[in-house]
């Protein structure tokens, strides 16, 4: 379940999206949730509207915190949109409703389907009496927070997959006439929102460092709109991000904002680009046809993005018309916006999207910061996200935090497999392995924050479970530390050295046990944490002593019960399931290991063998694009026969590990 409530408040009239301007003489229908929908009148007469948002322009070269008319337009204009809220009573119950059952943030959905309701700022709006935070603005406000996003009227709801593995473009233009972008300042703080994921390498291998770089960042200079749609075409990117000036163009006889980017033909002249040009670009087909790449998120660092400033024909902003084309998210800005704000607001939605947050709340965050650190200035408002949030969006968001926060792991795991093969007796290397094992258990504590907040016993069991994974592979990497050690020092290493080792492994060893029974507890049919829980019993005692020891003993109704439900597992997975096939043939491997240890009496190996053999092969067919699963397989398994080391099972691992290697 998701900690964010989702409210839907339309605004819908009779005829045509285009050609209306507004009047307080025309009525709106408002409808919220169930509720039933109710007339209400704008305030503003069009030409009023258009005045009063050319006071909200910052002028060249005016301190935007002194500039007090401006400053008393922003409170103004939001409270008289704060009066257009106050007239839906069904607004104001599901607000309260959400504060009364204790939801953290409220998701305010706006779907405004007449093209001049697209020009109001609702993002100003002043809380109105009764409101949560009344007097305030909504949006800030941290009595009952509200995040609020726009989206377009859909009879077919847009498809979005929230869970695809990063890769951003950033595209930035400064066109003769135009003063420069802050390209270097974005593109620095897109580097430090992508480092978590940056495998890191050894000083003096740059070039290698670069190349890991480019595999999730792209950088697009002097961008024109043929060189953005000829990247988008060679590669799919799941974020763009768009620096470049917001220039006004006129569109037969209507007067828009567009996106000054370099010329194609001609370099030096401009190309200002409306929101359909650039969706096209966006949404562009590869060489070799077939369906479009879509990006789930676009950010533009370009004034008036978010403007419309004709409502006489069809269409709107730019960031409205990329959202009519298919674009799940759009960040734009419906006013200039101050350079250092655009800065700030590329960092704060780039660093909290690719670390798993929610967008939502990422966005409310953005709002606060954009207030608290850019005093003065109504930049925290002039943020408008056009945003599709589809029924299992938390679902798609937690996963993209797992697979984000799993990916985190590996980069400091793959630091600490490069570091055992270096020199043991440094106190550099030393100090950077624990700073690399810091890290991963800060991410275990944000899994058991997860797992204890969630009321979903499955997640909270998966949770619990990467915990003691994470746990699992900290004391994999003293053992092989410890190795290294005592290596190192052919064979005379300090006792105190080498049992200061043992001591953390056998502690990591424990820490990762505590969590499998935890997670077991919460899902008891989950068959991989009982299989690693009775690996890491094997490890930690005798793991080479003969079936029928004390401490084997009542551990056999575990190892049974859990061949018992993963063979249930197996069986009632077909074709349409096969990630959940895979993970049961990978436990069902693991088990037919452990079997050696923990099944008294004669444990046939060489039928064993091939049992493991087949189901390995299995696994191999079935793998598709997905590599995970297999990679884990191997991992876990080479640990089995590397640091694991067991006379019993030696051969099995053996046939294992050959099969799922064999290259195809």
């Known amino acids: 379940m998701s900690d964010i409530c989702s409210v839907k408040l339309e605004f819908l009239r009779p005829g045509p999206a285009h050609n209306q301007l507004l009047s307080p003489l025309t009525p709106y229908v408002a409808v919220c949730g169930d509720d039933g ?11 009023e509207l258009l005045i009063r948002l050319k006071r909200l ?84 406000q941290p009595r009952s927070p509200i995040t609020v996003t726009r989206e377009v009227r859909r009879g077919t709801p847009l498809k979005l997959d929230w869970n695809r ?25 897109l580097r430090r929102a992508i480092e978590p994921w940056v495998e890191i390498v050894d000083k003096g291998k740059t070039e290698t460092r670069v190349e890991k770089v480019k595999a999730i960042l792209t950088v697009l200079p002097d961008a024109s ?29 209507d007067r828009r904002f567009g996106v000054a980017l370099c010329g194609t033909l001609d370099p030096t002249s401009a190309d200002v680009v409306d929101g359909t040009r650039l969706a096209i670009a966006l949404t562009a087909r590869g060489s070799s046809g077939g369906t479009p790449s879509v990006p789930t998120f676009v950010s533009l660092a370009t004034c008036d993005s978010g403007n419309i400033e004709s409502v006489l024909t069809p269409g709107g902003s730019i960031a409205h018309e990329l959202h009519m084309s298919g674009i799940p998210w759009v960040v734009a800005s419906q006013f200039p916006l101050w350079m250092r704000a655009s800065t700030m607001a590329a ?4 660093k909290g999207i690719l670390a798993g947050e929610d967008p939502r709340r990422v966005l409310f965050d953005l709002r606060q910061r954009l207030r608290a650190n850019a005093p003065g200035t109504h930049d925290w408002a002039s943020i408008v996200a056009y945003a599709t949030v589809p029924p299992d969006f938390a679902d798609q968001v937690r996963a993209f935090l797992y697979k984000q926060t799993r990916g985190k792991a590996e980069v400091q795991f793959g630091r600490l497999d490069t570091l055992a093969r270096g020199n043991m007796t440094s106190p550099e290397l030393g100090d950077e392995m624990a700073f690399c094992h810091r890290k991963i258990r800060e991410l275990i504590d944000s899994w058991i924050r997860e797992a204890r907040a969630s009321n979903d016993p499955v997640l909270a069991s998966e949770r619990l479970g990467m915990s003691g994974a994470l746990e699992k592979r900290i004391a994999v990497s003293f053992e092989k530390q410890r190795r290294a050690l005592a290596d190192s020092k052919a064979g005379k290493a300090r006792p105190d050295e080498l049992q200061r080792l043992d001591d953390k492994i056998q502690e990591a060893y424990l820490s990762a046990q505590r969590f ?26 005798n793991r080479s002593a003969a079936p029928g020891n004390a401490w084997q003993a009542p551990l056999q109704p575990w190892w049974q019960a859990a061949c018992q439900i993963s063979r249930w597992s197996y069986e009632a997975s077909d074709s349409t399931q096969p990630l959940e096939r895979i993970w049961a043939i990978g436990t069902l491997l693991e088990l037919l290991t452990l079997g ?11 039928e064993n063998r091939q049992k493991a053999k087949s189901l390995a092969e299995e696994m191999l067919r079935l793998i598709g694009d997905n590599r995970f699963p297999l990679e884990s397989t191997i991992r876990q398994f080479e640990r089995y026969a590397s640091v694991w080391c067991c006379a019993q099972w030696d051969g099995v691992v053996t046939e294992i590990l050959a099969t799922l290697k064999r290259q195809d």
């Open 596 to 606: 050696y240890v923990f099944v008294p009496g004669d444990w046939n190996g060489e």
């Open 347 to 350: 960092e704060i939605l780039y």
């Open 516 to 541: 499998y029974r935890q997670a077991l507890r919460k899902a008891p049919t989950n068959h991989w944490v009982i299989t690693q829980y009775l690996a890491l019993e094997a490890v930690r005692n």
């Open 225 to 253: 709109l043929e060189d953005i749609r000829q990247a988008c075409a060679d590669q799919e990117y799941t974020h763009v991000h768009i620096l470049a000036h917001g220039t006004p163009f006129n569109d037969a006889g």
């Open 165 to 189: 593995t990063p890769r951003i473009l950033f595209a930035f233009a400064s066109p003769p006439g135009y003063a420069e972008v802050p390209a270097q300042a974005h593109l620095n703080a």
């Open 57 to 140: 322009r910052y002028e060249n070269g005016v301190d935007p915190a002194r500039d007090e008319q401006r400053q008393a337009e922003v409170r103004g204009m939001g409270e008289a949109i704060g009066q257009v809220i106050g007239q839906v009573p069904a607004l104001l119950s599901a607000l309260s409703s959400a504060q009364s059952a204790g939801e953290p943030l409220v998701h305010l959905r706006l779907v405004l389907s007449p093209s001049e309701l697209g020009m109001v700022p609702f993002e100003m709006a002043i809380a109105p009496n009764a409101f949560p935070g009344s007097g305030s603005a909504l949006f800030l």
């Open 37 to 47: 929908s109710v007339t209400v009148n704008m305030p503003f007469e069009h030409r």
